[in-house]
DNA sequence: TGCCAGGCCGGGT
DNA sequence: ACCCGGCATGGC
């Protein structure tokens, strides 16, 4: 399948499986930088509301959105479903794409009004498999803003997969470049045991990596805590 | 000054 | 199945 496609990582490290190696690749990441304070927010709505926001669109901007929406006191499901859409869109204008994002917040808390009776705490009782296609459904949420969802908001053990990810992957002749979403997480899924803990730091050690290494005008291999898995 | 940022949808081929 | 235009702001 899409996993089977990938080449055989550098000799180094051919007598690895993928397991060993994407667990290696994890401790290398977090002895050089250290736990990650990732996406703080002060509850599970605001995590998701947030998730939604941060869609192709800097976290600077998304920050703004969000003291707007708490400032105006919006920031509960109860809240922004009675709130009009064009006033909602107008608190969440400074993220960008805003009106879309203000029916796709619509969208959200009329799920959660419908499935948890607007209390996002209560679906992290029921099971993953059950829930990332029911968070599938809701118009706007793709499968990177629904991992999201799942695994910061309700602590449930999926693993997110975003453009650093894949950049990453491909970098070190892990994955294609265009490996579809799906695959890229079960390359991650398949190998690795469930914990949420964990796949939420692996997530952001790879942002860092990326952001901090990769993406510079003259990037950084030689500092870079994945130098060593390279091809 | 353009190009990009922690995507997703809808329509066309 | 793949490709593309649209959605929009603030930072560098």
């Known amino acids: 399948m899409g996993v089977a496609r990938a080449r055989p990582v550098g000799l180094?490290?051919?007598?690895?499986?993928?397991?060993?190696?994407?667990?290696?690749?994890?401790?290398s990441m977090l002895a050089s930088l250290g736990e990650s304070r990732w996406w703080p927010a002060e509850s599970p709505f605001e995590m998701a509301v947030g998730a939604i926001l941060t869609q192709n669109t800097n976290w600077k901007n998304v920050e703004r959105a969000i003291d707007n929406l708490k400032t105006a006191r919006a920031l509960t499901?109860?809240?922004?479903?009675?709130?009009?859409?064009?006033?909602?869109?107008?608190l969440i204008q400074p993220s960008g794409y805003f009106r879309v994002k203000a029916q796709r917040l619509k969208g959200l808390v009329t799920f959660l009004d419908q499935e948890c009776d607007g209390d996002i705490s209560l679906l992290a009782e029921r099971d993953l498999d059950e829930l990332r296609p029911m968070l599938l459904t809701i118009k706007g949420i793709g499968p990177?803003?629904?991992?999201?969802?799942?695994?910061?908001?309700l602590g449930?053990?999926?693993?997110?997969v975003d453009a650093y990810t894949r950049r990453i992957l491909s970098r070190h002749g892990l994955l294609p470049e265009d490996t579809h979403y799906d695959e890229v997480r079960d390359f991650f899924m398949d190998a690795l045991d469930p914990d949420p803990a964990m796949f939420n730091e692996y997530h952001a050690l790879l942002v860092r990596v990326a952001k901090d290494f990769c993406l510079k005008k003259a990037p950084q291999c030689e500092a870079c805590p994945l130098r060593e898995y390279l091809d």
Request: glycine share 0%; no cysteine; proline share 9%.
């Open 156 to 160: 449930q053990p999926s693993f997110v």
């Open 12 to 27: 180094h490290f051919a007598p690895m499986n993928r397991e060993a190696l994407l667990t290696s690749m994890y401790q």
């Open 77 to 90: 499901p109860e809240a922004m479903a009675t709130l009009p859409s064009d006033e909602l869109a107008a």
């Open 144 to 153: 990177e803003t629904a991992d999201s969802i799942l695994l910061y908001a």
